[in-house]
């Protein structure tokens, strides 16, 4: 298909794994976001990439969250030593236009991953 | 930072006009958007309004006043499918680029 794809779509883990979320993003796509949705809320913000470049990781919530677009296309988002209060619906979105051009530029969401550490 | 304002709920009847209301603070304002979310399913775009005034897109219309810090989603003709959340987003420009803020989103549930 031609949407964003994320995998897995769930992941069930214990209390201080690792896990790492993935995100495909529409070809050709520039930009790319991670949110985080709980259950009731809108997305909230997490980081963006431009290419392969971090623009914004400021809605990471701490050390433990890290994000990567090492070739501009597909992004990795780890979690290090999971806590239970980490569990929630992570989104990815893309857009085709930078992040720096305005413009109607919407996102396309991605399915989500819905975490659950127990 | 942002603040983004929209009920929580609303009901509306099928066939009838519904207005969904939003209300921002924000620094560096770089346009608003309406996403529509079903239950379970991810967030897809609706409108953008980054000028004062309407925009019309089939049964749905979007309104912005940035004097005011307030926009709304104006649905027509309602229909069952229509029964979703409905996010308010606000785009913010930095010098690191731009950044979307979400609302809570208001649920919408259409009545026979």
């Known amino acids: 298909g031609a949407g964003v794809s994320q995998s897995p779509r769930y992941k069930v883990t214990k209390r201080g794994q690792d896990v790492a979320l993935r995100c495909d993003p529409i070809?050709?796509?520039?930009?790319l976001y991670w949110y985080r949705q709980a259950l009731g809320q809108g997305p909230e913000f997490l980081t963006y990439?431009?290419?392969?470049?971090?623009?914004?990781k400021s809605g990471l919530p701490n050390d433990r969250f890290s994000a990567e677009r090492p070739e501009g296309s597909i992004s990795t988002l780890t979690i290090q030593r999971t806590e239970q209060r980490d569990s929630a619906m992570y989104r990815c979105?893309?857009?085709?236009?930078?992040?720096?051009?305005?413009?109607?530029?919407?996102?396309?969401f991605g399915p989500g991953t819905r975490l659950t550490v127990l | 930072g942002q603040n983004i304002d929209q009920p929580t709920e609303m009901t509306a009847t099928e066939g009838a006009i519904v207005q969904i209301n939003c209300t921002y603070q924000?620094?560096?304002?770089?346009?608003l958007f309406w996403y529509q979310q079903h239950a379970g399913e991810a967030p897809t775009f609706l409108s953008y309004?980054?000028?004062?005034g309407l925009e019309e897109k089939g049964r749905f219309s979007s309104f912005l006043s940035r004097s005011k810090g307030y926009s709304y989603l104006l649905l027509k003709e309602l229909q069952m499918k229509d029964s979703a959340s409905y996010l308010c987003?606000?785009?913010?420009?930095?010098?690191?680029?731009?950044?979307?803020?979400f609302g809570a989103g208001t649920r919408l549930f259409v009545k026979a």
């Open positions: 979105a893309s857009s085709s236009r930078g992040g720096t051009s305005g413009g109607v530029n919407e996102q396309f």
């Open positions: 070809s050709g796509h520039v930009s």
């Open positions: 990439f431009n290419y392969e470049a971090q623009q914004d």
């Open positions: 924000t620094s560096g304002f770089n346009g």
């Open positions: 309004n980054v000028l004062d």
């Open positions: 987003a606000v785009r913010e420009v930095w010098t690191g680029g731009f950044k979307t803020i």
